[in-house]
């Protein structure tokens, strides 16, 4: 029996997804296999790293800029507190594949912690532009009202719970769904 994959083995399976996942499509990432770091040399493990980072870093920024955008059209804190809802819940995939079980150990610790601190930055980001705000309006009531929707509401909640299996999609939530997917069909009985 040959060493060799036809289809270039676990790590052409790892690349194809990532840049896939990268740029949206709807992939699933419990279909992955484990990459064992021992199977691998060290200039082919740091090429999938260099992926996995660059997946991340795509998906971290599309994440990051849409945040910005529905941050600035809300029109009130009932949307502002929808808007970092939803940002909290288009973090999990990006955690979920960070801490990848398929993943060797100490790289899925290290991006998760990469992950995890990019979430940090952004938290403090929007607090620090609404302390900005707040000095050019001292006296205005939405100031303190963003702060508690901002409290309340705190990007960083995602880290006090592990990153999600990655075979937890959408689904796992029941509340949220896919705005993309196919309506469900109705069966009406007499």
Do not use: C
């Not at 260099?50 to 998906?59: F, M």
């Not at 302390?131 to 995602?158: F, S, Y």
Request: proline share 8%; charged share 25%; no cysteine.
């Amino acid at each position: 029996m040959s060493g060799f994959w036809g289809h270039g083995g676990p790590y052409e399976e790892w690349a194809a997804f990532l840049r896939r996942w990268a740029a949206g499509e709807p992939v699933d990432p419990a279909r992955l296999p484990p990459i064992a770091a021992e199977a691998y040399d060290g200039d082919t493990i740091a090429r999938l790293t260099a992926h996995l980072v660059q997946a991340l870093g795509t998906r971290l920024q599309a994440w990051a800029d849409a945040l910005t955008r529905a941050m600035g059209a809300v029109g009130d804190e009932f949307e502002a507190g929808r808007e970092l809802a939803q940002a909290r819940h288009g973090l999990r995939p990006i955690r979920a594949l960070a801490g990848h079980s398929g993943l060797p150990e100490q790289l899925r610790e290290r991006l998760t912690e990469v992950v995890d601190q990019q979430i940090v930055q952004v938290q403090e980001q929007l607090e620090r532009l609404l302390e900005e705000a707040a000095g050019h309006d001292p006296g205005a009531d939405w100031v303190e009202e963003r702060r508690r929707t901002l409290r309340d509401n705190k990007l960083t909640a995602v880290l006090d719970t592990p990153p999600p299996h990655p075979s937890s999609g959408p689904t796992a939530d029941p509340w949220t769904y896919d705005p993309a997917a196919a309506p469900r069909r109705r069966v009406l009985r007499d």
